[in-house]
């Protein structure tokens, strides 16, 4: 019995262990520090899933961010029509217009059954890397007028070949179209050169006398552009 009653004793003793235990688990247990982590993790969440709108009105618009300026577009398109007599201030060399109206031209002898996308394009890079090779020689250091700017200026001045090209379906091969495509390619060279000499102009440099000379390429590259429309 003496053993069973010291057994008894120690059994006695076990529910006093476990309460220390508990009573351990319970005082470490503090719920300030486990509600700290969370109010800090609440915060950066409310801050990251709440941006501000002020960074997207900051953003330019698409068209300024990939460098298309509408405005300068119809600017030159206009100087185009009105023969190049209000060029002034067209002195940048954008290509998203010139692309427009190639790829304009392109569609429009198409309309008629002839494809000549191709032959356009290459013809485009190879006139404007051979017209700023001359043009340069013929004004001189100082000119800087780039196959850049001499393929942005060739691209606008495609306009009247696409007139040329549209006024085909109308009439089809005739003198009619002969004379157009006459009035086309002087239209054509005249707004050219004018583009050419408003850019030396902004350069300080007088090539007046020169126009010309400066002319004389331009009327052979658009000849051959309004060879297309003619045969």
């Avoid at 201030?89 to 190639?102: E, K, N, R």
């Amino acid at each position: 019995m003496n053993g069973q009653g010291g057994n008894w004793s120690d059994y006695g003793q076990q529910p006093m262990a476990n309460q220390s235990n508990l009573n351990f688990v319970s005082t470490s247990f503090d719920p300030g520090r486990a509600q700290a982590p969370n109010t800090s993790y609440n915060s950066y969440n409310s801050s990251s899933m709440n941006p501000t709108t002020t960074s997207f009105d900051d953003e330019p618009p698409l068209l300024e961010e990939l460098g298309i300026d509408i405005t300068s577009i119809f600017k030159k398109t206009g100087a185009v029509f009105s023969f190049g007599s209000t060029a002034e201030g067209t002195y940048d060399s954008d290509l998203s217009g010139p692309i427009v109206f190639i790829i304009g031209l392109g569609f429009s002898h198409m309309l008629a059954g002839k494809v000549l996308f191709g032959l356009i394009i290459g013809w485009t890079i190879l006139t404007s890397l051979g017209m700023s090779w001359l043009v340069n020689l013929l004004v001189g250091p100082g000119g800087d007028i780039g196959m850049h700017a001499c393929c942005s200026i060739l691209g606008y001045c495609l306009l009247p070949q696409i007139v040329l090209a549209l006024f085909y379906l109308i009439v089809g091969k005739s003198a009619v179209l002969s004379i157009l495509a006459l009035f086309c390619v002087l239209w054509s060279t005249r707004v050219a050169s004018r583009f050419v000499i408003v850019r030396l102009k902004a350069k300080h440099i007088a090539v007046e006398e020169q126009r010309s000379l400066l002319a004389y390429p331009w009327l052979l590259t658009f000849s051959m552009f309004a060879l297309l429309a003619l045969y």
